[in-house]
């Protein structure tokens, strides 16, 4: 009898097994690397907080939002392509958000403690001159292995764009500034000159020889 297949025996999701969104828009030569969706077990600390707080009025406003936190987790998307990150947000509209991958500064992993016992996490991506996260994937799962997946094709894209960059062209370099070029040539004239008339004084001392001294005899200018 054949083994029965595991959770960890079942073979990875690859990008090809799931059909591109329909609220998607992809470039020609832009290929699909991940995508995902907030973890449907994340709500759980939600709904365990409702009840733990119904002793207060406050936990039965969490109970009664969980339907619509429910929701808003079934209609957020997240996808990862070879050029930019997606975020799909939004139960009554829709809200696309994007971060291309040549912007991207920093990413950031996280996890509570619901995330901790059920293997789920978040990630923030900041770009540069931003003041906080940019977008965020949140709750989903294997989130450090998506964080490594984004950190890769960021690296990636990166050395592709120096690899296809042109060679640098000494005709683009910034021209020399005409006016600081031709002053720094009066200062070393300047200097030159000056050098040629301390040997000069030199020359003439050495030639003259040391001042003379009285040679008048020492009772003469005693008397």
Do not use: C
């Amino acid at each position: 009898m054949a083994a029965a297949t595991t959770e960890s025996d079942a073979p990875a999701s690859t990008p090809s097994d799931r059909a591109v969104p329909e609220w998607l828009s992809l470039d020609d030569d832009e290929e699909i690397q991940w995508i995902g969706e907030p973890a449907p077990v994340s709500i759980v600390g939600t709904a365990v907080w409702g009840v733990v707080l119904t002793v207060v009025l406050i936990g039965f406003l969490i109970l009664l939002m969980l339907p619509f936190s429910w929701l808003s987790l079934k209609n957020t998307d997240y996808v990862v392509t070879d050029k930019s990150l997606y975020v799909k947000k939004g139960v009554l509209g829709t809200n696309i958000e994007s971060v291309a991958l040549d912007k991207i500064q920093n990413t950031e992993y996280s996890q509570s403690f619901w995330g901790k016992q059920f293997g789920f996490g978040s990630i923030d991506i900041s770009t540069a001159g931003s003041s906080g996260a940019e977008v965020s994937f949140r709750n989903v799962d294997n989130a450090r292995s998506v964080r490594e997946t984004i950190t890769g094709l960021t690296n990636e894209y990166a050395a592709e764009n120096r690899r296809l960059s042109p060679p640098g062209d000494e005709t683009m370099e910034p021209a020399v500034d005409t006016a600081t070029a031709e002053r720094m040539d009066e200062l070393v004239e300047e200097l030159r000159g000056t050098r040629r008339a301390m040997e000069r004084i030199e020359q003439h001392v050495s030639e003259e020889g040391p001042p003379a001294n009285d040679s008048a005899p020492a009772e003469e200018r005693s008397n």
